[in-house]
């Protein structure tokens, strides 16, 4: 199938494929729109079944890019890059090396950071051979951490400050004994609730692996719930921070929650559960605008010079961003996830 046919093609500036015999590699590079600066976004390296899937995934997780650059009020573009195979098994610092030439090869139109599969260590082997690899020297992190260039601090801060916004505007008042439950411990969702429970609140907190849950549980004073339970519970936010689709026809009707905000990626299964969701009076915070601390970490990373406040200052725009996404979706009488998209467009296309 050609890429200009393809379902997810959407005026792509730029596709390009490579292979690298000697290391195995097999990559393609998707630059969705340059308009802003630079497109940015993150190398995803996963057992594809076959090209197609590959690029399939990689036209449009780079359109979400260009929407997630937008809406963080940075200057940088859309992109994305993927490499067919499993990180577990067939991974080898040579092909992180020949990725770094790939990514170089674009001139500095793309430059790349971590995505699922793709760790600091190989980011670091990428840029042996390329200046255009980010995601190697984070910037925010928290007292005792060490920095190791993963931006989950950033995006559980910004995750942080969007919950907030979410909660003053949906339910007028603040994170003072507002109850949230979090759906995965990880990276991000561990840090988040270190935050909200320095800001009052009352965490519940679920992960299908016991080690994050059990930490929340005795530092945080959180109370551990079975990850079946977890959507459904009668909370005042919902904070997803696992896997994609969390909110689906099957679990839409189970919760109770009057706000969800959370990290996750693609956390609506389809468009139309954005609709469903005004129907029930649930305030949702667009998935991509609420998660944007990382790439905002990256920028400041590119930045060089910029420091932690101003950092943090450019986190903080993302409540402001999302308090403008409610009241426009208020007024319009439409689907917060909608109005994003809307917003974004606005943004992108007339800088075009
Ligand atoms: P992570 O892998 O560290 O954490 C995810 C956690 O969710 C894991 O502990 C996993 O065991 C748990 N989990 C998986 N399925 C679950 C289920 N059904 N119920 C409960 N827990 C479950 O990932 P992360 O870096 O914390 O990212 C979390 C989400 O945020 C992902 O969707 C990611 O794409 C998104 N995100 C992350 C960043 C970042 O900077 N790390 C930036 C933007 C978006």
Redesign the pocket.
Known sequence: MSVFDHAEFDNHEHVAFYHDEASGLSAIIAVHNTHFGPALGGCRMWPYINSTEALTDVLRLSKGMTYKAAMANIALGGGKSVIIGDPRRQKTPEMMEAMGKFVDSLGGKYFTAEDSGIAVTDLKSMAKHSEYIAGVDAQYHYAGETPDGN??PS?AYGVFVGVKASVEHGLNRSLEGVTVAI???????YRLAQHLRNAGAKLFV????PE?VEKAVKELGATAVA?ED?LSLDVDVLAP????SAINDQTLPLIKAKVIAG???NQLAREEIGDLLVERGILYAPDYVI?AG?IIDIYHQRMGASSNNALKTHIEEIGATLKLIYQRAEQENCATSRVANAMAEERFSNKG
């Open positions: 931006p989950a995006t759906q995965g411990m990880g990276h991000v969702g679920a992960d299908i692996y994050g990850p977890i921070c696992a896997l994609g990290a996750a990626n998660n990382g």
